[in-house]
């Protein structure tokens, strides 16, 4: 049996992410939006979910280089209902991380954060660059 890259992602966000409460799913995407990968998911509302959250996660960079704060770390966004984690992973990608209000904070940042590092040991998506065109 051959072992994908898929496969070997897909292990690692169940192995760390199961392990918090209230764990809805989390969406591996690379920074220009594009879904790398899902936990817990259907595929067409973890490719909502990439586009929309490579979004904030850009901004979040743009003001960070704006006030010389160095890398992001993690973004926490919380709702009625939910917890949105955001930690960048490798040298262009994201981990976006959800759950519901059940999850204890300081668990659901470490894991995150833990399962991004993971990841970004092996994992990179090159940024994009831009060619002249004629």
Known sequence: MTTTPNDMIFSVLDNNLSRI????????????????????????QAER???????????MKAISREIDG???????VEMDDRYLCIVGCGEGSTLIVVTSRK???GELGGEAVRTAQALGEWLGTPGRTRTATS
């Open 21 to 44: 409460a209230g764990i809805q799913g989390a969406v591996l995407l690379s920074n220009d939006g594009i879904k790398l990968s899902a936990y817990m998911l259907d595929r067409p």
């Open 49 to 59: 979910i990439a586009a929309a959250s490579s979004g904030i996660a850009s901004t």
């Open 70 to 76: 160095g890398r992001v770390i993690r973004q926490l």
């Open 103 to 105: 999850a204890r904070l």
